[in-house]
Structure formats: C-alpha cells, structure tokens
C-alpha cells in the first residue's frame, strides 16, 4: 500500500457532499486509508479527505492505546443521535494544529457496509461516536470549523490560515 496525501483545508473538495459508493471494491482504498491515518498519527480518515469524493470513512479509536480495532464504513447512515451531548476538542487531519471544542451527541446508532458486503448495525459511544460524527460529517462536505460559532470561527480560522503562509 501507500501513504495518500491528506487534503489540507480549505482545499474546496472538504466542502462538497460525497457520492454513495457503488459496487466498485474498496478494499484498496480502504487499506490506503488506514495506513495513511496510521502514519498521520490519527484516529479516523474519510475518503474525501484522500481526494476520493466518495461516502466512506476509516476509522480506529483504540489503536494509539494499544487496542487496535481498525473498521472500514462504506456509506454509513445515521439511525439515531442520543439526546445527551457533550463537548469535547476535537483535531482534524485536513486542519493540523488547530483544535477545537466541539458539542456531539454522547452516542450515535450508526449503519454501515463492510468490506465484506455485511451490513453492519451498531450503536457507538463516547470517543468512538464522537470519532465516527467527525468523520460522518466529512461525507456531508462539514469541517470542524463549521461545528462552532461565527465569532470563534473567525479567531480559529484566521490564525490557521496565518500559520499556513
């Protein structure tokens, strides 16, 4: 496999809504994928962040403690959110060194296809719905920049911008 460039934002692809995947394999990819979210170090990656405008993320929330648990989403959707939401800071791949704090839902009841074809039903909680919703919204073209307030946005925004020059 290979490492793929990570789109840095705000590169216009992270603002586009992805395409269902087709019949089309990939399991390519998805190796690709996680060996570059590895590499980064992070702890999820979805397809438009590697350029592919395509509904599919990886993902592996145990990985950096010494639980790998390495899954493949390949067009998730969103059953259901819990009502309960926390804040937490969150980091972005496509938008290196600039953390910010983030509501989710505590808990996410997610549908996805694995690479085997198997339709996969499982309700995420904690960290790892709160890793799967930051990806999820990569599908949906949603940056973590969209997910806080104008004002903070604008502090963020403008200093990572400056930091890039």
Known sequence: ?????ILKWPDPRL?????????EDVSDLAAAMLETMYDAPGRGLAAPQVGV??????????WKEGNPTPEVC????????????A????????????PVEVERPVSVLLRWRGLDGAM???????????CALHEYD???????????GDSDRARI???YLEAQK
């Open 157 to 159: 925004e403008g200093a």
């Open 120 to 130: 996969i039903r499982r309700e995420l909680t904690g960290f790892e719905a709160r």
């Open 138 to 148: 990569h599908l949906d073209g949603c940056v973590i920049f969209d997910r806080i």
């Open 53 to 62: 405008m395509k509904r599919m993320f990886v993902m592996d929330c145990g």
């Open 74 to 85: 390949i067009n998730p959707e969103i059953i259901s959110l819990s009502a309960e939401t």
């Open 15 to 23: 603002s586009q809504v992805c395409a269902p995947v087709g019949d």
């Open 87 to 98: 804040t937490g800071e969150e980091g972005c791949l496509s938008i290196p060194n600039a």
């Open 1 to 5: 496999m290979s490492i793929l460039p």
